[in-house]
Nanobody
Framework: QVQLVESGGGLVQPGGSLRLSCAAS????????MGWYRRAPGKQRELVAT???????NYADSVKGRFTISRDNAKNTIYLQMNSLKPEDTAVYYC???????????????WGPGIQVTVAS
């Protein structure tokens, strides 16, 4: 099995910063593209940022210039540095990963349980 666990969420004032982490664990052979998604109240889940195993990144227009995604392949961990946070960034943030398990020829997609980020004064 593979588990994704997010950490680092919480309450922050507008203009503040938070750093989210997501660690993948289990019988992992390798991880491919990993990313962050979010679901705001009353809205559908949306992409925030993704990063390939080679380090190529993709961001939603709404977070470009404010958020930075990075990864540590040795630890199967990704990070999301969120700066200049706005109330509209309030959402549950989900980690996502494409993972090839040990002794498997297939890649499966996994989701973390999600972590709350609230931006309010």
């Amino acid at each position: 099995q593979v588990q994704l666990v997010e950490s680092g969420g919480g309450l922050v004032q507008p203009g503040g910063s938070l750093r989210l982490s997501c660690a993948a664990s289990g019988n992992i052979f390798t991880t491919y593209t990993m990313g962050w998604y979010r679901r705001a109240p009353g809205k559908q889940r949306e992409l925030v940022a993704t990063i390939t195993s080679g380090g190529s990144t993709n961001y939603a227009d709404s977070v470009k210039g404010r958020f930075t995604i990075s990864r540590d392949n040795a630890k199967n961990t990704i990070y999301l540095q969120m700066n200049s946070l706005k109330p509209e960034d309030t959402a549950v943030y989900y980690c996502n990963a494409d993972v090839r398990r040990i002794s498997s020829s297939y890649t499966n997609n996994y989701w973390g349980p999600g972590i709350q980020v609230t931006v309010a004064s």
